[in-house]
């Protein structure tokens, strides 16, 4: 959990914020997406976070 304020490194991340589950579900299907594969086990265990 983070507790603090979020400072992405520049050098490293091009681009950050916070996205809703709808808007999530977009970039997801790309496989350049690196966390591709945790997004897809966080969905078969949440079904209701399905995006519509």
């Known amino acids: 959990m983070v507790t603090s304020p ?14 809703t ?3 999530l579900a977009t970039p997801m299907k790309h496989e350049t997406f690196a ?3 945790a997004y897809n086990r966080h ?7 399905q995006p519509r």
């Open 6 to 19: 979020l400072t992405p490194d520049p050098t490293e991340i091009a681009w950050h914020d916070w996205l």
């Open 21 to 23: 589950e709808t808007e």
């Open 35 to 37: 966390a591709r594969e």
């Open 43 to 49: 969905l078969a265990q949440h079904p209701q976070s």
